[in-house]
């Protein structure tokens, strides 16, 4: 069993910043990719961010030069810095992570549960 505890999420004014985080505990051989994904009301899951087990990042071009993704592989854990944030941010924020649960095991992806970022005056 794998289980994605994500926090960090809330209500913030525009130009503000947060910082989310999801860390992945259980059965975990090895992390492959990690990432943010978020989903705003009325439309499709975008990824916002990614960052692979050697510390490639990408980033959608929205958040390019404002969000910042790091990892830490000792702890299995994930962040997300979001500066200068905008109106236009607030969605639900979900953490991605593609890991193996044993040597022999094929890569799996799984999902934390989602956590709220407002931007709002």
């Known amino acids: 069993q794998v289980q994605l505890v994500e926090s960090g999420g809330g209500l913030v004014q525009p130009g503000g910043s947060l910082r989310l985080s999801c860390a992945a505990s259980?059965?975990?051989?090895?992390?492959?990719?990690m990432g943010w994904y978020r989903q705003a009301p009325g439309k499709q899951r975008e990824l916002v961010a990614g960052?692979?087990?050697?510390?490639?990042?990408s980033y959608a071009d929205s958040v390019k030069g404002r969000f910042t993704i790091s990892r830490d592989n000792a702890k299995n854990t994930v962040h997300l810095q979001m500066n200068s944030l905008k109106p236009e941010d607030t969605a639900v924020y979900y953490c991605?992570?593609?890991?193996?649960?044993?040597?022999?095991?094929?890569?799996?992806?799984?999902w934390g549960q989602g956590t709220q970022v407002t931007v709002s005056s």
């Open positions: 960052i692979s087990s050697g510390g490639l990042r």
């Open positions: 259980g059965s975990i051989f090895s992390i492959n990719d």
């Open positions: 991605n992570v593609i890991l193996v649960r044993t040597v022999v095991a094929a890569p799996t992806v799984y």
